[in-house]
């Protein structure tokens, strides 16, 4: 078993349900791809139109020896990080960034629990 912290784009909605499974799902083609070092190449597959914003996720994952991580740029991402794995992964949302819509600052939360709030409101 390897921990790794990476980051991830998604919507409000996603987020919650990674917070409440502790898990994330791969796509059909068994891949969940993430950014290696940084939250803000990953703000632009986050945007949610409900909230108002953008959002991206620092994540713990729980990589098994059943699982493939490759390093793979894509378009916009030079430090793309691909998963590949038939079953959902352990993880863990240690921190939220959010920019709302036409702003150009970026707000960090952290904590499940200030995260939960933050996506509730």
């Not at 790794?4 to 791809?33: C, H, V």
């Not at 909230?51 to 020896?65: H, P």
């Not at 378009?75 to 702003?103: H, K, M, W």
């Amino acid at each position: 078993m390897t921990v790794r912290d990476f980051y991830d784009g998604t919507n409000g909605d996603n987020i919650l349900a990674i917070l409440r499974e502790r898990r994330m799902k791969p796509d059909q083609d068994g891949q969940i791809f993430f950014s290696q070092f940084q939250f803000e190449s990953v703000l632009m597959h986050g945007p949610d139109a409900t909230r108002g914003a953008a959002f991206a996720i620092k994540v713990r994952v729980e990589l098994s020896e059943r699982t493939t991580v490759q390093q793979k740029p894509t378009p916009g991402i030079a430090d793309t990080v691909v998963v590949q794995t038939t079953r959902p992964i352990v993880a863990e949302v240690l921190e939220l960034y959010v920019r709302p819509r036409g702003a150009l600052r970026v707000q960090g939360v952290r904590g499940a629990a200030e995260i939960v709030q933050f996506l509730r409101r």
